[in-house]
């Protein structure tokens, strides 16, 4: 019913920015909550911001807090996630994820979320 596109990865160095953008397709945007989680070769996918429904309670891991900003637009049925200060750290494939209870809960895993884009990789070289 709903399909994520994940756009915005790129090589960059530390220190660098980038923007990711999620564009979403069918069910009704404006109603899910919106996440972004990431996986770094041979580890776990792991959570790294959401935003629920209306864009205004935002939830962060501590590994990004002050570096990462999630924002939405529900009217272009985007979402983005600006990174600042990227870190080597930071590198792995970064997926979207929708989540049709449309709430923000302090660390939700992916198990949570119901609809899944095919990632966008971000590289960040020291």
């Known amino acids: 019913q709903v399909q994520l596109v994940e756009s915005g990865g790129g090589s960059v160095e530390a220190g660098d920015s980038l923007i990711l953008t999620c564009t979403s397709a069918?069910?009704?945007?404006?109603?899910?909550?919106v996440a972004w989680f990431r996986q770094a070769p041979g580890n776990e996918r792991e959570f790294v911001s959401a935003?629920?429904?209306?864009?205004?309670?935002?939830d962060y891991a501590d590994s990004v807090k002050g570096r990462f900003t999630i924002s939405r637009d529900n009217a272009k049925s985007q979402a983005y996630l600006q990174m600042d200060r990227l870190k080597p750290e930071d590198t792995g494939l970064y997926y979207c994820?929708?989540?049709?209870?449309?709430?923000?809960?302090?660390?939700?895993?992916?198990?949570?979320?119901?609809?899944w884009g095919q990632g966008t990789q971000v590289t960040v070289s020291s």
């Open positions: 994820a929708a989540r049709v209870l449309g709430t923000v809960v302090a660390g939700l895993g992916w198990r949570s979320y119901d609809y």
């Open positions: 069918g069910g009704t945007f404006g109603k899910y909550a």
């Open positions: 935003i629920n429904w209306g864009g205004v309670v935002t």
